[in-house]
């Protein structure tokens, strides 16, 4: 079994000796005294699912029966219903179709209807619906941090208003965060006409303090063959990442060589992107321009012999696929490459076929209205009253800029947002505003379509929506915010029956408004690193974004896509740079830049460039929720407002060394990963081997059963980006269970993202493979249970039966896959009563000492099973779609009948890609893989 | 004075002692006797023709097989009443029923040996006449005894007094309700 | 046998015999070491019972478990403990088997070593249940669910096994004991005593017919004993070998698993054998060809066992396993050698001494040897499971696993759970067969007399 | 030596010892039957509810169909329990003030829904659903007794497993033709067994193996 060796991390690559490391964790463990502290897991718990404002209603038996007074219109008890509406990410519309049960939203999935999204969800849109149920949630006014009424409010609303008409709004300044929805545009408009000497200033720590906008280049993925990145993380988190993935999963996979697409990554920092591409460079962001340079043909560069080859190659790449290919640059680059970009696509002639020239869809404030002008302003005193609008620039704000201290100088502070957060905790007033599922609204998603958001359930708290907030500041009477937000679409959507039709398909088609478009601001380039400086990179956290998602319990133990690491952001480091530093995975090190430093724990990060430290936004909020709070490092702190993305300083480890909650464990055997993930090239497709074929076992085979479920899950497209994870969660109502349990190898996702490496650890290839329940057809796992608690169905499920479980967790001990979970404490029901409010009826919620996995979404399949059954017929190819699957962006997850050899997992189970894991264990799982489709096989 | 009599008892030194009287007792035509020594001494079976008692191995036997079957029997019926297909085996996996079925079989064949030797032996039983002999405690120390019944043919009340004194009983004691 | 040096010196008395073993109930030697021992003894057990309390009031989650290493004290101490247990039954059923007279001084306190033994491996895999409450589902009964115990599951053989083993022990031990609480029952002066040994001597009398049925019993049931023994810890080895975790998954299992309990036992036998010749003076029927002949036998069941590493890694190699390969290499050197390492050291490294005579007839020395080999097992066990999960097949899932202080603590109370009831017995029952050395003795009189 | 024990000992430690056997022997008969004991199973208790309300009124004497309060029988797993607006779209125009159903229009002034007691309950990890039985032609009677001579509801079988299990291991005499699920004096015809063969085809009654499989009623 020759091959390339897998590894998983520098650590083990390195093999450093094991036998300290067990002095080290072995015996100081005998003197600790359990550790896992129950009211943490219940926090944990609480602030996941906990549905506060319930309260208050008599208590309700568990054997009552409570009906309605008048049964709503079309609701079926027992039933679910969908609706089309959309949550934000940045400002942006994700289209969503909300699950209800009983009148609650329980799950979010992608809008299947919606032409970019197409159904596929990211993490954030499947963890928006925990949002919602965030008792952490701001639910009442409050002034001077102590409660207040909306009457309080209003009333004082009434004089500042008087005085604004007086002055024409003059000292009055709103700082909003960044925003996609018509209607406050619209309303902002209306807001200036009215009170012409009031300004809006825009607040988006993600595209710059000094009002840069975003590119003006619009990418559209779909119909390049060949794409360059210069550093953007196309398939990574994003408001565009769920439409990017489809289209990479429609380009990938088994299809004739003309239609697969070619993706070069040139990046600052190891992305989920450069993990998929097919040719990466690792490279320092101050030489990003250069290679730019290189690549538009301008003038004479000097590149690395690396660089070099890989512009060469990405050069020819993109002259031969002209008007097919595709050179797009990062958000997070400086504005001249935008323009390097702009030009070569021009040239190629891309423009208008993989990418156009948009004016941007969201709010854009006019010149001289950034967040840099509002600071010089209110340090010129001329700012009488500040109203912050879902932003938080006290957190957010960069290092540079003392924001609390200039926001004190406001005489009048008033902060509407859905949390009480470090902004609110410092304003005179804060109101609390809506989740986007509790109330009216619209926005656009980045592919320009707009969504009208459309409440699915009645506001929990004594919320107000933005637009009655920012309605308020110009009008006496404030009407309801469907009557605000109709209007928008009074021209485009006349009649009811129109505007029906909207709300049910989710989405309606806009031109692409032509405000002015923003010049773009040239921000500084990366600056060079002096002499025994690294350069530091700044990123959003992969799964807690900008800080605001801290306070969600999904996001905060989905393990990050490359590190494998939950509840804390890391400091990613070089192995070279490591192993010259001493540095181990954990380990403290302080970063130092411009005088402001931060501490937090190094990750080896193979792929990291050499001399680069990447920095991820998100953590170390002071007034982020019960979870959200003081965990992970500050970064802002680092930031500086001209260069947010880059900065120059020093690294060293601090000497002390912290536990990270890691769910891939760090040491590894010679060879062991052989076979576990494959690559095939297009020339050799093959991916089974030889000593796999299919021994006859020594028993008499049962009869399959019809259907007989499967799965294939396809590592060409797979780009690991954990939607799949989350949905499974929610879907499942599987607990979250805190940082130190999951330190302890307790996490309880039944799907998880394997990420492995191969190569070399400076430029690794990177791999990623989710593993559910293999459902095998002989599965040692039943052998093991003395009371029949995991049996076979004559479907080919693997049962997992709870209430028979006494919890020996033979089970587990023999599942080769290790795909089991087991409750080791009463995870779920610590939780407070009203958890069920996200919780799936349809899946049982399980007690203390009790196994459990991945189910193949059984509730769902005898859904289907039962509709059928109801109407005398089979159940038909694609009427049953498990959770994971159709959260999928990329279409990796395939899911049906194997005795129906029309159906899709039967086809690809066909394809010579296909292949078992441990196949020689002889399980026969029912859950296969397709390899992935390299340029280089494994072994060559 | 004829107060009721079940026997007499005879105190011997050794072991050897009470197993010589014990032979001559019985090729004396004694049937009705018993000997009591704190050890089992050996060949005192075959004098007391108890050699060819093969009852306990029966019993065990039967036991033995009665475990086998109830075990294998109750696995049969489990998978006939509720067939349920488990990691791909058959219903009647054999080789897995047979580890309880032997475990069982053991089981069975011990309880019903100790319980069978209880009852061959008649015990327990607290009270015996014996115990109220002065001197039978011994028979748990370092002493051997011969008794010699009354409703043995050749028993009388003076001459086997004399008679087990004659085979060299230290003492001679007589046995009463 | 026929030896040259008499188990029991010639010089003894049948009376003697009866004094010296039956003065320990009925008037207590060594009072206050007994106190003292019986106190440490009950503490432990406290902490034990606290430790239960805690583990059920909460969950298994307390001891350092997780995925993958969700199996780790409470089953290799259960394999632990079962093995401690086997050499009582081995000694007392196929010694007396073997006509080894030498048995007879050793196998009661073997036998109820056994029993206190089991009833702590017993106990173990309950603890380690999820939902202990749920135990009876194991167990095929009418259900109103109609749902039957799954006997292909390695688990259900287990607590059959351990049912039997505890039931058969027991019953051994008792009806051996009865003939000697008869002993006892007629040197009682104490009404007490009197009633308390009476009722359990059954009103036993000693009589030829009363000797010859119990001799035929007695030796069925031993003959019985032995597979029962072989057996019992061949299904406890099948609970590994029967999965396809690399490490367990081996044939070699069973008779490894078995050899180790017996060298296990008879060190733990060793032990016992010595403290109580020593608080109890009784040199004269423990002697030192009996610490002799232990030694002996533990220094061929320790060979036997290093066969058993010895053949372990060859199979690993021979097998070509990449897997068994890499498992074997980590067991040498990988986070857990320390356990490996530490099995080889204690196991068989002291116990070459007791190739010299000298060393096997010194209490102290022979009391060190097997207290090393009684923990080497405990790392042997301790290995073998955790080294085997803890990396087994998707390195994405190898994981550590660390004893908690929970683990710590319900292990150490279990010692207590172990002490008690066997102080007790050495306390209030005769704990050295009284009746059968008296037989020992008789016959080397004998073969003394015709020379 | 004296006697250690009087002559009755004996007959006492075999009384004792006979005792504790057929103590131990009793012990497990009283918890076999207790655990199939109507106590156990909560049958023919009648739970106080906040309206004494009488199956047997209004579908044997009113002619009621059990549709018209339980709506979604045959569209959703819940047959569905009735709004209050149900109850008062025929108690606006009768009783309209009778004392017993005060809670009921208090309930629809009050906008306040009623409590009712739940008779037939399953526990929360058995998914039973109503709308595949009704399909597959199991009468309401099957489960729920004569609900129609009821004045005041209680629980007509014991919902153990063992009772769902009897009909899925042997469906046929538990079907009739669908439009009778609802008929209560339905009687079987004289050949029974065959009507049940023929339902079985008729309606693609599954396997029993595929009936019994334990993710049937269990997730």
Redesign the interface.
Same mark, same amino acid.
């Given at each position: 079994m020759s091959g390339k060796r897998f590894w998983r991390s520098v650590e083990e690559y390195q093999r450093s000796d094991a036998f300290s490391e067990m002095l080290k964790v072995e015996f100081p463990s005998i003197f600790e005294l359990w550790t896992v502290d129950r009211r943490e897991v219940l926090r944990v718990m609480g602030a996941s699912l906990a549905l506060a404002g319930m309260s208050g209603c008599k208590p309700v038996r568990s054997d009552d029966v409570v009906p309605f007074v008048n049964r709503p219109e079309g609701l079926l008890e027992g039933r679910t219903d969908h609706y089309a509406t959309a949550v934000l990410f940045e400002g942006h519309a994700q289209p969503v179709l909300a699950t209800t049960s009983g009148g609650r939203p329980i799950k979010l999935d992608g809008n299947p209807e919606h032409p970019a999204f197409r159904g596929g969800s990211t993490p954030f849109m499947q963890a928006a619906i925990l949002d919602l149920y965030d008792p952490d949630r701001s639910q009442e006014p409050l002034f001077g941090g102590h409660p207040a009424s909306w009457a309080d409010f209003d009333g004082q609303m009434g004089n500042w208003r008087a005085a604004w008409r007086q002055n024409q709004g003059a000292g009055l300044r709103i700082l909003i965060g960044p925003t996609t929805s018509p209607t406050l545009l619209r309303q902002i408009a209306e807001l200036k006409s009215a009170l012409p000497q009031a300004r809006v200033h825009l607040f988006d720590p993600l595209t710059g303090y000094a009002g840069e906008a975003a590119s003006p280049l619009q990418a559209n993925i779909a119909n390049a063959q060949v794409i360059v990145s210069l550093d953007d993380d196309l398939l990574g988190p994003g408001p565009m990442q769920a439409t990017n993935a489809r289209a990479w999963g429609d380009r990938h996979g088994d299809l004739d060589g003309s239609g697969r697409m070619r993706l070069f990554m040139a990046e600052t920092t190891p992305t989920q992107t450069g993990a998929k591409a097919d040719r990466r460079l690792g490279i320092p962001p101050s030489r990003l321009p250069t290679l730019a340079k290189a690549i538009a043909g301008g003038g004479e560069v000097t590149l690395t012999d690396s660089e070099l080859a890989w512009a060469r190659e990405a050069r020819r790449a993109l002259e031969t696929a002209r008007g097919r290919s595709l050179l797009t640059v990062g958000r997070f680059a400086p504005a001249d490459l935008h323009s390097i970009s702009l030009q070569v696509n021009e040239a190629l002639g891309n423009v208008g076929q993989t990418c156009e020239i948009a004016a941007p869809l969201g709010f854009v404030p006019q010149a001289g209205d950034s967040f840099l002008d509002l600071i010089r302003d209110i340090e010129a005193r001329r700012v009488s009253a500040l109203f912050v609008i879902g932003a938080n620039p006290v957190y957010q704000s960069p290092g540079d800029i003392p924001f609390a201290a200039i926001y004190a100088k406001v005489p009048l502070r008033v902060h509407a947002g859905l949390h009480v957060d470090e902004t609110a905790a410092i304003s005179n007033w804060h109101v609390p505003l809506n989740h986007p599922l509790e109330d009216w609204s619209d926005a656009r998603s980045p592919d320009g379509l707009a969504t009208i958001i459309q409440p699915v359930v009645r506001p929990m708290y004594d919320s107000r929506s933005v637009h009655e907030v920012l309605a308020a500041l110009s009008a006496d009477e404030v009407p309801p915010t469907r009557d605000i937000v109709r209007p928008t679409w009074a021209k485009q959507i006349g009649d009811e029956t129109a505007w029906e039709a909207a709300l049910k398909t989710g989405f309606v088609a806009m031109a692409q408004q032509a405000e002015q478009a923003a010049a773009p601001v040239t921000s500084a380039t990366a600056p060079a690193p002096r002499e025994g400086e690294v350069e530091i990179v700044i990123r959003p956290d992969p799964t807690i974004h900008d800080g605001s998602f801290a306070n969600n319990g999904w996001l905060q133990e989905l393990p990050k896509p490359l590190f494998k690491t939950t509840w804390e952001n890391v400091v990613a480091i070089s192995p070279r740079l490591a192993s010259e530093l001493k540095i181990d995975s954990g380990d403290m090190v302080r970063v130092d830049s411009n005088a402001r430093t931060v501490d937090g724990p190094a990750w080896v990060l193979p792929g990291q460039p050499e001399r680069v430290v990447t920095l991820y936004l998100g953590y170390g909020r002071k007034r982020g929720g019960r979870i959200g709070t003081g965990i992970g490092y500050d970064a802002y702190r680092m930031r500086n407002a001209a260069q947010p993305w880059n900065c120059t300083g020093t690294v060293r480890s601090t000497g002390a060394r912290t536990v990270l909650a890691a769910t891939q464990e760090q040491h590894l055997m010679d060879g062991e990963v052989e076979g576990l993930v494959r690559t095939v090239t297009r020339e050799h497709p093959s991916a089974r081997r030889e000593e796999e074929r299919e021994q006859d076992s020594f028993y008499a085979k049962w009869p399959q059963g019809k259907p007989a479920w499967g799965m294939v899950i396809d590592l060409d497209r797979c780009i690991g980006c954990n939607a799949c994870v989350v949905a499974c969660q929610s879907e499942n109502n599987v607990p979250v269970v805190g940082k130190d349990q999951v330190a302890r190898g307790r996490e309880m996702a039944w799907l998880r993202v394997d990420r492995y490496y191969a190569g070399d650890p400076q430029d690794p290839e990177t791999h990623f493979e989710p593993v559910p329940c293999m459902h095998c057809e002989q599965a040692p796992c039943e052998m093991g249970c003395p009371v029949h608690a995991t049996v076979h169905s004559p479907e080919g499920l693997n049962l997992m039966v709870y209430n028979r479980c006494i919890g020996t967790r033979t089970c587990s001990s023999y599942c080769p896959y290790k795909v089991r979970r087991f409750n080791w404490f009463d995870y779920t029901s610590d939780a407070p009563s009203p958890t069920e409010a996200q919780r799936n009826p349809d899946v049982t919620v399980r007690g203390r000492g009790v196994m459990e996995k991945c189910t193949y979404c059984i509730q769902r399949i005898e859904d289907a099973t039962v509709q059928a059954d109801i109407e005398n017929r089979a159940v038909r190819e694609g009427e049953v779609k498990t959770a994971c699957q159709q959260a999928c962006p990329a279409q990796a997850i395939s899911f049906g009948n194997l005795a129906d050899p029309e159906s899709a997992v039967a086809k690809q189970r066909r394809s010579p890609r296909n292949y078992a894991l441990l196949a020689e264990q002889g399980t026969r799982p029912r859950t296969t893989y397709l390899a992935r489709i390299g340029e280089k096989s494994d072994g060559e | 004075m004829a107060e009721h009599l079940l026997g007499y008892l005879g105190e011997f030194g050794t072991?050897d002692a009470l197993f010589d009287a014990?032979k001559r007792a019985k090729a004396d035509g004694f049937s009705c006797i018993?000997?009591?020594?704190?050890?089992?001494?050996e060949g /005192?079976?075959d004098v007391?023709a !108890?050699?060819r008692?093969h009852r306990?191995?029966w019993i =065990?036997l039967a036991g033995g097989i009665f475990g086998i079957l109830a075990m294998l029997a109750?696995?049969l019926f489990?998978?006939v009443?509720?067939?349920?297909?488990?990691?791909?085996?058959?219903l009647f996996?054999w080789p897995?029923?047979a580890?309880?079925d032997?475990?069982?079989m053991?089981?069975c064949?011990?309880?019903f040996?100790?319980i069978? /030797?209880?009852v061959?032996?008649g !015990?327990?039983?607290?009270?015996?006449p014996?115990?109220? =002999?002065?001197?039978?405690?011994?028979?748990?120390?370092?002493r051997f005894f011969l008794y010699i019944d009354a409703t043995d043919p050749k028993f009388d009340r003076q001459e086997t007094r004399s008679y087990l004194g004659s085979l060299g009983a230290w003492t001679v004691e007589p046995v009463r309700p | 046998m026929a030896s040259r040096t008499p188990a029991i010196p010639l010089s003894e008395t049948y009376r003697g015999i009866t004094t010296e073993v039956a003065r320990v109930p009925l008037q207590m030697p060594a009072r206050v070491p007994w106190l003292i021992a019986l106190i440490l003894s009950l503490a432990l057990l406290a902490l034990f019972l606290a430790s239960v309390t805690w583990l059920f009031a909460r969950g298994v989650g307390i001891w350092g478990l997780n995925i993958p290493v969700n199996w780790a004290f409470a089953i290799h101490l259960y394999v632990w403990w079962l093995g401690l247990g086997h050499a009582g039954t081995l000694i007392s059923a196929m010694l007396l088997l073997m006509g080894q007279d030498w048995r007879n001084s050793l196998n009661r306190f073997a036998e109820a070593m056994t029993v206190c033994a089991v009833i702590c491996a017993g106990m173990e895999p309950i603890l380690h249940l999820g939902r202990p409450w749920f135990l009876y589902w194991m167990f095929p009964y009418p259900a109103t669910m109609g749902v039957w115990p799954q006997f292909r599951s390695p688990l259900e053989w287990d607590i059959w096994a351990v049912l039997t083993y505890l039931t058969v022990s027991v019953l051994f031990w008792y009806i051996g004991l009865v003939p000697d609480l008869a002993t006892v029952r007629d040197r009682a002066k104490k009404r007490g005593w009197q009633v308390f040994f009476g009722i359990f001597a059954l009103g036993w009398r000693g009589s030829a017919r009363h000797w010859a049925v119990w001799n035929k019993t007695y030796r069925t049931i031993a003959a019985i004993a032995v597979p029962l023994v072989v057996s019992v810890h061949s299904e406890v080895s099948l609970l590994f070998a029967s999965g396809q975790v690399p490490g367990w998954h081996s044939t070699i299992f069973p008779p490894y698993f078995v050899l180790g309990a017996a060298f296990s036992g008879f060190a733990m036998v060793a032990m016992i054998a010595i403290v109580m010749r020593h608080t109890f003076q009784l040199g004269h029927i423990v002697t030192e060809r009996h610490l002799d002949v232990l030694a002996k036998v533990t220094l061929a069941m320790g060979l036997m066992t290093a066969y058993g590493y010895v053949f372990e890694v060859f199979d690993g190699y021979y097998s070509g396993e990449l897997r068994e390969i890499a498992t074997l290499h980590d067991r040498f050197f990988g986070a857990y050698a320390w356990a490996y390492w530490g099995a080889v050291l204690c196991n068989f490294v002291p116990l070459q001494g007791l190739w010299v005579a000298r060393i096997r007839r010194s209490p102290v020395l022979l009391f060190l040897i097997s207290t090393s080999v009684v923990v080497g097992m405990w790392l042997e066990r301790y290995m073998i499971l955790v080294t085997s999960l803890y990396k087994d097949f998707l390195p994405s899932s190898f994981g550590y696993y660390h004893a908690s202080f929970w683990d710590w603590s319900t292990y150490i109370g279990m010692l207590g759970l172990f002490m008690t009831p066997f102080l007790l017995f050495v306390r209030f029952l005769p704990s050295i067969s009284i009746f059968e050395d008296k037989e020992v003795l008789e016959r080397e009189k004998e073969a003394a007399a015709h020379g | 030596m004296p006697q250690i024990f009087s002559r009755t000992a004996d007959s006492w430690l075999r009384a004792v010892a006979w005792g504790a056997l057929l103590f131990a022997i009793g012990l497990f008969l009283v918890a076999f039957a207790f655990a199939r004991s109507q106590y156990w199973d909560v049958v023919a208790r009648t739970p106080l509810q906040p309206v004494p309300f009488s199956h047997k009124h209004h579908v044997t004497d009113d002619g009621i169909d059990c549709r018209y309060c339980h709506s979604t029988v045959e569209t959703s797993a819940n047959a569905g329990f009735p709004a209050t607006h149900v109850c008062m779209t025929c108690h606006s125009q009768l009783w309209t003030n009778a004392e017993v159903l005060a809670p009921v229009r208090q309930s629809l002034a009050e906008n306040r829904p009623i409590l009712w007691r739940r008779v037939a309950r399953v526990p929360d990890y058995v998914y039973f659903r109503h709308d595949i039985h009704i399909a597959k032609g199991v009468a309401c009677v099957e489960c729920h007794g004569r609900i129609d001579r009821m004045p005041l509801t209680y629980r007509a079988k014991a919902f153990e497993m063992k009772f769902c299990l009897d009909c899925h291991r042997d469906p046929a005499p538990h079907l009739r033709p669908r439009d009778q699920v609802y008929n209560f004096e339905w009687k079987p015809p004289p050949d029974h067994a065959a009507l049940g063969r023929r339902l079985m085809a008729d309606y693609h009654i599954k396997s029993p193996a595929e009936l019994t499989s334990c993710g049937t009623c269990h997730r």
């Open positions: - | 072991a014990t018993d000997a009591f020594s704190p050890f089992p001494i /005192m079976a007391l !108890l050699k008692d306990i191995g =065990t109750t696995q489990v998978n009443d509720y067939p349920i297909e488990v990691g791909g085996r058959p996996a897995a029923f580890v309880v032997f475990e069982l053991i089981l064949a011990v309880l040996a100790v069978g /030797m209880f061959i032996i !015990l327990p039983r607290l009270h015996h014996l115990f109220g =002999t002065p001197r039978f405690g011994l028979a748990s120390e370092d | - | -």
